[in-house]
């Protein structure tokens, strides 16, 4: 893709950064990485999380995790939780932004950020954490993964998330809402990717 691209797409995530944490607000918070492969057809980073774990076990995630008190950032958190989870050091991710925020059905409000990553980077998955690691074209979406539209309660409010399937893999829930964001705001995007 060309730099006109990318640089719009951090136009556009540029006013929903929170880099501090949630002080006070929720006892539980959270980040992960949205990446995106600088390829000629964008794909996105997903994760599958091992089956053995006690939250969200074999599900599809962003790489991520919990704000650790070592952590100056949610930022630096996503970073280090990337690295610790699929080898990827914070060096190779150009961090475009952040989408926004979002509570889990957990109680944890978990920041997205979303980075720009070499085509061809190398991962090394911390398999007792995941099971495996793959990427899914921005063009796919587009051309209609979603299977259904599930109703979560939130606060009272029902809240409308799509869900997708990939090859055999079923992006849901958290992870499908972020998701879901990210398209909306690509398809915003005066030039988006063919």
Known sequence: ??????????????????????????PKQAAVMVLIT?????????TLRAKHLNQHAGE??????????QDD???TTALRE???????APNMV??????????????????????????????????????????VPLTAFRQGLQIRMDVFER???RVRIPAYRYQNYEIW???????AELLTLLQSLPLHAA
């Open 1 to 26: 893709m060309n730099r006109v691209w990318w640089q719009s797409i951090s136009d556009a995530l540029s006013t929903n950064g929170h880099l501090g944490s949630f002080e006070g607000e929720f």
């Open 38 to 46: 600088d390829a000629p057809e964008p794909e996105l980073i997903f």
């Open 60 to 69: 599809v995630c962003f790489p991520g995790g919990k704000w650790e008190p």
């Open 73 to 75: 950032s949610l930022l």
């Open 82 to 88: 990337t690295h610790e989870e699929i080898g990827l």
């Open 94 to 135: 150009d961090v475009l932004g952040a989408l926004p925020a979002r509570a889990t059905k957990s109680g944890a409000m978990v920041q997205p950020f979303v980075g720009k990553i070499p085509e061809e980077c190398r991962f090394h998955l911390n398999h007792h954490e995941l099971e495996e690691l793959f990427s």
């Open 155 to 157: 606060n009272g409010l």
């Open 173 to 179: 829930g958290f992870t499908a809402g972020v998701t």
